[in-house]
Structure formats: C-alpha cells, structure tokens
C-alpha cells in the first residue's frame, strides 16, 4: 500500500476521519501494512498488546473461548473500523482474540506512536472516548442478551443487525447473504450448534426467516424485531 492509500484508510474511520488530511498522512508514516487470509490470528487474549489497528479491507471477529472449548463472540469489524484501542490506553493484555473472517487487509499503529499523536491531536482522544463508550454500550447489550434472551431471540437480534449492515430490499421483504455455519452462528449468540439448528427451523415454520443456502430473508422485519424483544417468546 501506498502513503496515500493508507491515509485514505485512516480517513474512512470515526477514530481518525476528523483530522486533516496532512495530520492523516502523518500518522500512515508508522502504520504497517498485514495482510491476512481467513483464520489467521491477529492477536491472542492475555497477550502483551503492542498497539491497535485499523482494518481496510474484509472483517475480523473478536472472541473467547471458555474453559470447555466454547466459543463466544465478542464483536466482529469490518472495513473502517479500529481493534485493540483499550489495551493501548490502559497499558493491559489485549482482552480478546482476533482472527479474520476472510481475506484482510489491516494497519498496524504502535502504540506509542499512537499515544504521541494523541497528545498533539485532543479530537482524536475525544473521537476515542466515544467509540469506547459505544463499545461498553454493546458489551452491556452483549451481556443482556445472553443472561435474558433465548437462542431464538439472539438469532433474530443477529439477522436484524447483519440486514440493516448488509442487507437489500425487494417486494417488501429484505435479503442478506450471511455465509455462516451453524457453528459459527452458535459462537455468535452464545449457544452451541445443536440448540441453533434447533432455533434455526423453529424461526423458519414460524415464518419470520427464510434461508436458501447462505441467503437469508425476512420476509417483516417488524414482525422479527417484536419477536427478538419479546421476553415472554
């Protein structure tokens, strides 16, 4: 990658889209490029964290893994988005592991590098401050649906959050490709694979989903919503 290309990188996130151009350039002098096919690991949970990045390209899944091999996923990131910006500021372990959900391209920042670009730039300390809050905001959410909600329910919080990402309208009903196994949709929620399956066909009889393959449809998105919030369901 360029100097341009990865200043436009740095430019298409909330973290660093509010500096100008010049100050963006200057950053990308100590950004390092890696490029990552999926499965590779970006970090590891309780591993010494040298810095934070940026992902250009693809989508990458933060996660644990409990003491029986059970995997829980925490967040996953797409192109524009920041990782690992808590251990830079409290000097601590990265608190999860990352891998990537497909081939990726990511910026690596030093975190000293960073922490010195701070001092010179308090926007992007105030940018940082709110994308932690965000992120305390969805680790809560996290929290509450796994303590309160049935699988059935996480599922439905799942599609309605991948359709309003990546979704597509047509005749009233709205499509999204989501090409994840019943593993992998089981790691999202909280679950394990048989109680998805299981979820999986109850939603499809119930006709709030459809799913052709690795195409999802909601056929109302209303009637999925209510559901996904109804604690009584």
């Known amino acids: 990658m360029t100097l341009d290309e990865k200043a436009t990188a740095l430019s298409r996130t909330a973290l660093f889209g509010t500096i100008a151009p010049s100050e963006q350039r200057l950053l990308a002098h100590h950004a390092i490029v890696r490029r990552l096919v999926r499965g590779d690991i970006l970090f590891v949970v309780e591993e010494e964290a040298e810095g934070m990045f940026v992902i250009v390209s693809g989508s990458v899944r933060a996660f644990r893994v409990s003491s029986d091999g ?12 920041t990782l690992a910006e808590v251990p830079v500021f409290d000097g601590g372990a990265y608190p999860a592991t990352a891998s ?23 926007q992007v300390a105030l940018a940082a401050l709110k994308l932690l ?47 994840l196994s019943h593993q992998q949709l089981a790691a999202r929620v909280g679950s394990v694979r048989e109680v998805v399956t299981r979820a999986l066909t109850r939603l499809q009889k119930d006709g709030l989903v459809f799913i052709h393959g690795h195409r999802l ?9 209510a559901y996904a919030e109804n604690s009584s369901s």
């Open 70 to 81: 059970r995997e829980q996923v925490i967040h996953v990131e797409h192109a524009g988005a």
């Open 100 to 122: 990537a959900e497909e081939e990726s391209v990511v910026l690596f920042i030093d975190k000293r590098d960073f922490r010195e670009f701070l001092l010179t730039h308090p």
């Open 133 to 179: 809050a965000g992120r305390l905001r969805s680790h809560a959410e996290l929290v509450e649906s796994l303590s309160l909600r049935e699988v059935g329910q996480r599922l439905a919080q799942l599609f309605i959050s991948e359709a309003r990402d990546r979704g597509s309208m047509g005749d009233g009903r709205i499509e999204v490709i989501l090409p």
């Open 217 to 225: 449809v909601i056929p109302d998105h209303d009637r999925l919503a």
